[in-house]
């Protein structure tokens, strides 16, 4: 009959913490519209439209 391995001493509600802290539940990333399509989207990344100019923005550039 061999031993198995059994812990020496109890791990403290701290210890357990750390080491669990990395696989807690992340937040969700804010998502926003396109204002030129409507669409969802994550802030910082362009829409499928990207290259069509925003319509407040191209109003103003043909002036």
Known sequence: MELMAVPKKKI???KR????GPKALKPTPVIIRCRSCGRVKLPHFYCC???RAIPDEQSNSNN
Not at 17 to 20: A, C, K, P, V
């Open 12 to 14: 403290s509600k701290h």
């Open 17 to 20: 913490g750390i080491r669990n």
């Open 49 to 51: 439209s990207g290259e």
